[in-house]
């Protein structure tokens, strides 16, 4: 079946280190891979997407490239800011279906 | 601000009580969905309205039950619930069901605590 596997959480950094937060998934076919974030008190939103393999999303410095070879989609930023203390979600869309399949999330917490 | 509004924002209930969830959009979204989020457990979907007919159940307990009077308003209605249905339950909508579906808006969700 389709899954979604995240890193445990929670997280916790300083302000400016460099953040991954690992997600891999099983999926037959091409499926869609996104991230989403949760800030607190909030729900989600849409962060970054890649639909082929190969694909690098991007949004407020986040990247993460869809690696077809380690079905991998993780989550990188260079710089990290308090304003980036939420909980994350990794999802995927498997091929020619309509519903997003969702990882458990990882809160990240950035300290000053 | 979304645009999808859950009220209430808390809510703690008996076991054998009754209560109902409430959402709202008016972005002009044809499809709308629950969401059940659990600590630590991936994101659950429950159920999917499309042009107010329900297209998606996801083997969700009878003892939730969903209800969709217009394209605007989404209702989920609880009773007899168990302490492990505990969760922040969110709502969110998007264009259509099966097209640009990764574009959902959330709400801010519900937190269901039962006692």
Known sequence: ?112 | ETGVTQTPRHLVMGMTNKKSLKCEQHLGHNAMYWYKQSAKKPLELMFVYSLEERVENNSVPSRFSPECPNSSHLFLHLHTLQPEDSALYLCASSQDWGQDYEKLFFGSGTQLSVL
Not at chain 1, 58 to 77: C, P
Not at chain 1, 102 to 111: E, P, V
Request: with cysteine.
């Open chain 1, 1 to 112: 079946g389709n899954s979604v596997t995240q890193m445990e959480g929670p997280v916790t950094l300083s302000e400016e280190a460099f953040l991954t937060i690992n997600c891999t998934y099983t999926a037959t076919g091409y499926p869609s891979l996104f991230w989403y974030v949760q800030y607190p008190g909030e729900g989600l939103q849409l962060l970054l997407k890649a639909t082929k393999a190969d694909d690098k999303g991007s949004n407020k410095g986040f990247e993460a490239t869809y690696r077809k070879e380690t079905t991998s989609f993780h989550l990188e930023k260079g710089s990290v800011q308090v304003s980036d203390s939420a909980v994350y979600f990794c999802a995927l869309r498997p091929q020619g279906a309509q519903k997003l399949v969702f990882g458990q999330g990882t809160r990240l917490t950035i300290n000053p």
